[in-house]
């Protein structure tokens, strides 16, 4: 059972920026890593992820505002910039292992843009 711990999120005035990170408890065979978010009402959509191959793939409405940063094969970071208040969700980080079709999911962090 892989685990996934999530840190960072909170309340951010728009135009802020906020950081989420997550690390997984598995070090290989992950075939991708990333984040999704859920807003009240919505579906849960793909915020930004990154491949085995390293090819990272951004939501339409947070390119040229996030970006994903991978510094280790287990631990993605998101930074967050130019925040809007449609950005409020909740955000997940999810990974998926190679030569498997189980997605993991962490547990949620709470990101608020608000003035």
């Known amino acids: 059972q892989v685990q996934l711990v999530e840190s960072g999120g909170g309340l951010a005035r728009p135009g802020g920026s906020l950081r989420l990170s997550c690390t997984a408890s598995?070090?290989?065979?992950?075939?991708?890593m990333g984040w999704y978010r859920q807003a009240p009402g919505k579906e849960r959509e793909l915020v930004a992820q990154?491949?085995?191959?390293?090819?990272i793939t951004y939501g339409d409405s947070v390119r040229d505002r996030f970006t994903l940063i991978w510094p280790a094969k287990n631990t993605v970071a998101l930074q967050m910039n130019s925040l809007k208040v449609e950005d409020t969700a909740v955000y997940y980080c999810?990974?998926?292992?190679?030569?498997?079709?189980?997605?993991?999911w962490g547990q949620g962090t709470q990101v608020t843009v608000s003035s």
């Open positions: 999810k990974l998926k292992m190679a030569f498997s079709s189980t997605n993991y």
């Open positions: 598995e070090r290989s065979g992950i075939d991708h």
């Open positions: 990154v491949s085995r191959g390293g090819r």
